[in-house]
């Protein structure tokens, strides 16, 4: 580590900057009502009430949408809910452990107690976070398949963080040894602890700008007393994102001035952590606006979920509906799109100030390389396969009895 640093009370603005957010967030700490409403939450009571916007709900604006029920859209809105924090709970779950990595980089400075102070008191939230998405979800799915769909086991912070990703067993591999690198080293050199917060504030951002919205339905329910649990905890879930979104940025643009520069192999590791985000959010779903999964590791929940009693589709329809929902372009997957757009736009604000970052990085040209028409493809050639493999899957089954 290098030994040339100033002290945060050299740059005073910084400092204030860290109380008042480090501050705030503890006198606004939602984790007692968050806990209070998750223990009140029984799913019969809000079954037939819509937790979101419509707009967010699982494939709106697709086939599925147009053709559903007025009952099955309160589903399927549920559902978006259930789905979108099961991405939400993994990336909480990388948070706490690298919260803590980077704590370990800063700790030894002088004056950088209230730094970790603050990740402290975050990875609590975020283990309030956990349990609420976690105890509503498996409820919900139980209560509606008898069977877990979206929510999966707890996992560790060194799986893939995107749920549903463009993976296999060799790249599932290679990322967990990247991120067990990367916490090893940022634990021992100051800048790079402070960079993890560079790619924490770019992944914060589109959960910021969807989640904000999502806050809106709670805020603007006509009787908030009596809203749905799930969009009290979506409300109380916004708060506490918002000062941890201020602390990236704070960590991410303004502490790191007070470090020396960064060398050439901290400049090389920094940018390969955008670009791996980059990577991670190349993708948009129609299936989930505002989290960028790869659809074609969907198919099989979808599947499950229009076979099941809440749609009783036969395989044939199922397959025949996933393929119009999937492979045809819809008002869900334009709106998707625009997201992704409206993500990618933000992200280049953030890191605009940022001059050790290499210009793909800069201008986010990976993910910009990505289209509606690019997407149709990928589902074309994916559903193919995904049909050929179900009907294999169905005769192998049917021979066996």
């Known amino acids: 580590m290098k030994n040339t640093i100033h002290q945060l009370s050299d740059s005073p603005t910084t400092y204030r ?16 009502l968050m806990d209070e409403a998750t223990a009140k939450f029984r799913y019969e009571d809000c079954q037939n009430e819509y937790w979101n916007p419509e707009e967010f709900s699982l494939l ?14 309160v589903i399927l809105n549920q559902l978006y809910w259930v789905a979108y924090y099961s991405q939400i709970v993994s990336a909480e779950i990388a948070t706490i452990y690298f919260n803590q990595t980077s704590a370990a980089g800063l700790y030894a400075q002088e004056d950088f107690r209230l730094i970790c102070d603050t990740l402290d008191l975050e990875s609590s939230q975020e283990r309030a976070h956990i349990n609420a998405f976690r105890t509503i979800a498996k409820q919900v799915e139980q209560a509606l398949f008898g069977e877990l769909i979206f929510t999966y086991p707890m996992r560790g912070p060194f799986t893939e963080t995107m749920v549903y ?11 967990k040894i990247q991120l067990q690198y990367f916490g090893l080293i940022s634990a021992n050199n100051t800048f790079l602890a ?41 409300y109380y879930h916004f708060l506490d994102e918002s000062f941890h979104f201020n602390s990236s940025t704070i960590l991410s643009h303004d502490v790191v001035t007070c470090l020396a520069p960064p060398t050439a ?55 025949e509906m996933m393929r119009r929902c999937f492979t045809e372009e819809s008002e869900g997957l334009q709106r998707s799109f625009l997201t992704h757009q409206e993500a990618m736009a933000s992200y280049k604000v953030y890191v605009e100030r940022l001059d050790y970052l290499w210009q793909r990085n800069r201008e ?23 049909n050929q493999h179900q009907s294999e899957d169905l005769q192998r089954f049917a021979t066996n009895e």
């Open 17 to 32: 900057k860290l109380q008042i957010n480090h501050t705030r967030n503890k006198q606004q700490d939602h984790t007692a």
């Open 265 to 319: 192999f901290e400049r090389l590791v920094a940018n390969l952590g955008l670009v791996g985000c980059q990577r991670d959010h190349f993708h948009f779903s129609a299936a989930i606006n505002g989290i960028f999964w790869y659809d074609p590791a969907l198919y099989s929940k979808i599947y499950r979920v229009l076979r099941s009693p809440i749609f009783s589709m036969s395989d044939l329809d199922a397959k």
């Open 165 to 175: 990703a463009d993976t296999n067993a060799l790249k599932t591999w290679w990322k």
């Open 194 to 234: 402070c960079q993890y917060f560079t790619v924490r504030g770019v992944r914060t951002l589109n959960g910021k700008l969807v989640q904000h919205k999502l806050s809106n339905y709670y805020q603007k329910h006509p009787h908030p007393d009596t809203a749905p649990i799930p969009a009290k905890i979506s």
């Open 60 to 73: 709106y604006g697709t086939a599925l949408w147009q053709q559903s029920s007025e009952h099955q859209r």
């Open 364 to 386: 986010m040209s990976l993910m910009g390389t990505n289209s509606i028409s690019q997407y149709l493809a990928t589902q074309q050639k994916a559903f193919q396969r995904f």
